[in-house]
């Protein structure tokens, strides 16, 4: 079986400049395909962070394992607590947006019904004197995966800081009981 592609998550974050201007730039169907793309390696990047280092976790995490797909992903981020609900529900709607657009047989837009009813759903701080509700579709799902792809990606810094565990007959996890 070939290796998943890993990206550490100092290299996602370098790449952040590349991602805004396909946001700010491309055609919708490449905005969202990237943006979900681009989203999904960095849950890849969280969970390597939380799972043990091996072929066990690399297997997990194929494009073909249990944690293959960005909807298993981010329901296992949200299981471990390292990713807040709304963060999990905007991840989730944007997985939908990408399944509408990848699995629709003529090109879709933000201003598509079902798309731009999904974007409504997002999470969207309000910057200057628009509010989120009054966003364009577009405008609302590109700040979306904005704000959710640097909260990813500081989540993943921090726990690379944290001792990653190899094994789980490393030294650091035996615990006794007093007496």
């Not at 070939?2 to 996602?12: G, N, S, V």
């Not at 960005?70 to 989730?92: E, F, N, V, W």
């Not at 690379?160 to 006794?176: E, G, M, N």
């Amino acid at each position: 079986m070939a290796k998943a592609l890993r990206i550490p998550t100092e290299q996602l974050s370098e790449e952040t400049q590349q991602l805004y201007d396909v946001l700010n730039n491309d055609k919708d169907l490449a905005v969202i395909l990237i943006a979900a793309s681009f989203l999904d390696a960095c849950l890849r990047s969280l969970l390597e962070k939380k799972l043990l280092e091996g072929s066990v976790s690399d297997r997990m995490l194929s494009h073909k394992g249990v944690l293959g797909g960005m909807s298993a992903r981010a329901d296992l981020c949200y299981a471990l607590g390292i990713l807040p609900k709304r963060a999990y529900q905007d991840l989730g709607a944007i997985a939908e947006i990408r399944n509408i657009v990848a699995h629709h047989h003529l090109t879709q837009s933000f201003e598509t019904g079902g798309i731009a009813a999904k974007c409504a759903t997002l999470d969207a701080t309000s910057l200057g004197d628009t509010k989120p509700d009054q966003m364009p579709p577009r405008m609302r799902f590109t700040l979306a995966v904005t704000l959710l792809a640097n909260s990813l990606l500081v989540t993943a810094l921090h726990l690379q800081r944290q001792p990653q565990v190899k094994s789980l007959r490393d030294p650091s996890r035996i615990r006794f009981r007093a007496g």
